[in-house]
């Protein structure tokens, strides 16, 4: 009866290799149970592969998300280094109007002069705004070492100390990043 049943087998694995190319037929199982190892050996081998295909996807999703990050990063600050030469030019206008006497300035010889200067000032302002510039708000504020460089040390009995009290360089941000740190003048207890 034994044979009758593995004979029965042999038929059944038979069957199930018909068409199946001669080089792979000998790892065909021997047995039914031999084709259940199989079957779950295959199995396993499945879920291994449908494993590392989710980790691949996800790996490259997030490449994906890095590389659009810098992407979007690359266009915001791409002129960073060209804000920063221009801040001179701004720095030199400001410094150039500051130093018009007031009496120069209401001459009717040097009120052309003024004006145009305050209105490209102005202009420079707007470009600034427009490319996400901003001016950091010194005078006044405690100290920020993320957008304050404190350059000296000011007796004070007015100010409370770790407050600036002046401003010798006006500092940037370019939208969230620090483009130019204000130089400034902080305050200290009078001795």
Do not use: C, W
């Amino acid at each position: 009866m034994t044979d009758k049943k593995n004979e029965a087998a042999d038929i059944a694995v038979e069957k199930e290799l018909e068409g199946v190319p001669e080089h792979l037929k000998d790892d065909a199982p021997e047995t039914a149970n031999g084709s259940d190892a199989k079957i779950a050996e295959l199995e396993e081998a499945l879920a291994t592969a449908k494993q590392e295909v989710l980790y691949a996807q996800a790996e490259t999703q997030n490449v994906r998300r890095r590389m659009e990050k810098e992407a979007q990063d690359a266009r915001a600050y791409a002129a960073t280094g060209f804000a920063r030469d221009v801040l001179s030019v701004s720095d030199n206008l400001t410094r150039a109007l500051e130093a018009i006497p007031a009496e120069m300035r209401e001459s009717e010889a040097m009120k052309g002069l003024v004006v145009g200067l305050e209105a490209t000032g102005r202009e420079l302002e707007s470009v600034f705004a427009k490319n996400g510039i901003t001016r950091i708000a010194a005078t006044g504020m405690p100290l920020d070492p993320n957008q304050h460089q404190a350059m000296v040390e000011i007796p004070s009995a007015d100010a409370e100390p770790g407050t600036i009290v002046a401003e010798m360089q006006a500092g940037y941000m370019i939208k969230d990043r620090l483009l130019r740190p204000a130089l400034v003048g902080v305050a200290k207890a009078v001795e």
